[in-house]
Every structure is written in structure tokens, then in C-alpha cells.
């Protein structure tokens, strides 16, 4: 597409539920990456994909987070047994190549945990 | 560790005022990026900007211009003649140029607010 597609946009869940949240990047965008946006802690990395692969997932911030993309396209975040800390806005970003031309980022799902 | 500081974290000027968004890093790498982003409050993060470490050339592009000095480790985003649209919260970010990642790290933002 033309630009990163993130849903759902908004996402409201209890506290214990899972959520997953989804990214389609901009075809032929080989890297892909997710951040969290929150108050507190301002715009914090989680994982990179090249590819189908995550060769750093260092900023995800426990294992109840996980990711992954199929296809060297879509990719869908997870949250288990979410958290009220877990509220934020995930942001997909997508690039064509390493270190080449900046990322494109979507424009987030906020997710909220009541 | 990698850190980029933006000390202001709120500006407020007169529409067609000059003003300039400070941002200071930290890094042990010698080969790293420099980028500044744009939050509008839509809330879609904008590319402005990537600059390498080897490049210390000041960018002009229409209102915007960047001011790179590795000796202060500063990468300042001046914007001329400010107009409303600019309002925004404006990001300076830091990667390394390893591994494949351009994972980056931001600061804390600065939030402009340019009045009519």
C-alpha cells in the first residue's frame, strides 16, 4: 500500500485479556520495526524484522510481549495478560533497506488497559 | 549507551519568528545516524531528516535547516519564519549503523506551538 497500515486504531481490553495488534508495511519495505509511545517513557524500540526474522528484539519489555510477520509483510504484535502499564500507542514503522532512507511510520493503535 | 537529550520540552512563538529545537547525543560509535521526526497532532511521526556521522554538512531544505557539530555532539533543527502548521512535537533520534538495525534512540521531544 501506500503508506504502513496499523489496526485496529483504538483498542480498549481488560486488564488479563490479550490483544493483538497489526501491521501491514509498505510493500517491497523489507525492515520492519515496532516502538511504544507512552507518557512516561516517550518513544521506546521493542523489536526490528528483516524480513520474516527478528534479529533484535531487545526492547520488548517482558515475555508476555511477543511478535512476529509471515510473508516478509504483515506483522502482528502481541500483549498476554495485559497490564494497565501496557497502555500506549504502538507504532509500526517500515523501511526499504538498511540504513538507507529513514523509516515510514503508521499512525499507532492506542492501546488502552482498563 | 546511546542517549539523545532535547532540552526543551516546550516552545511557544509568534507566527514568522526564527526558532531553533536543540538536540544533544551520546554515543561511542564513530558510524551512527542522526534524524529529526515531526508529530503533528494527527500523531503520524514524519521523517524530516537523516544525517551520517561522516557528514557534517548543514542541510537546508525550504524553512528547515539542521546545524550538525560533531565537536558538541549537537544536531540543532532550525525552522525560519515559523508558520502555524508547524505546531508539533519534534523528535531528534540516534541509531547505530550495525548489525542491520537502524533501531532508534529518541528524545523526549519538544513540543512547538507557533501562534498566529
Known amino acids: 500500500g501506500a503508506g504502513v497500515s496499523q489496526s485496529p486504531s483504538n483498542k480498549v481490553t481488560e486488564k488479563g485479556k490479550d490483544v493483538e495488534l497489526r501491521c501491514d508495511p509498505i510493500s517491497g519495505h523489507t525492515a520492519l520495526y515496532w516502538y511504544r509511545q507512552s507518557l512516561g517513557q516517550g518513544l521506546e524500540f521493542l523489536i526490528y524484522f528483516q524480513g520474516n526474522s527478528a534479529p533484535d528484539k531487545s526492547g520488548l519489555p517482558s515475555d508476555r510481549f511477543s511478535a512476529e510477520r509471515t510473508g516478509g509483510s504483515v506483522s502482528t504484535l502481541t500483549i498476554q495478560r495485559t497490564q494497565q502499564e501496557d497502555s500506549a500507542v504502538y507504532l509500526c514503522?517500515?523501511?526499504?533497506?538498511?540504513?538507507?532512507?529513514?523509516?515510514?511510520f503508521g499512525s499507532g493503535t492506542r492501546l488502552t488497559v482498563v | 549507551a546511546q542517549k539523545v537529550t532535547q532540552a526543551q520540552t516546550e516552545i511557544s512563538v509568534v507566527e514568522k519568528e526564527d526558532v531553533t529545537l536543540d538536540c544533544v547525543y551520546e554515543t561511542r560509535d564513530t558510524t551512527y545516524y542522526l534524524f529529526w521526526y515531526k508529530q503533528p497532532p494527527s500523531g503520524e511521526l514524519v521523517f524530516l531528516i537523516r544525517r551520517n556521522s561522516f557528514d557534517e554538512q548543514n542541510e537546508i531544505s525550504g524553512r528547515y535547516s539542521w546545524n550538525f557539530q560533531k565537536s558538541t555532539s549537537s544536531f540543532n533543527f532550525t525552522i525560519t519564519a515559523s508558520q502555524v502548521v508547524d505546531s508539533a512535537v519534534y523528535f531528534c533520534?540516534?541509531?547505530?549503523?550495525?548489525?542491520?538495525?537502524?533501531?532508534?534512540?529518541f528524545g523526549k521531544g519538544t513540543k512547538l506551538t507557533v501562534n498566529p
Open positions: 533520534a540516534l541509531s547505530e549503523a550495525q548489525g542491520g538495525s537502524e533501531k532508534l534512540v
Open positions: 514503522a517500515s523501511s526499504r533497506q538498511y540504513g538507507g532512507y529513514g523509516y515510514t
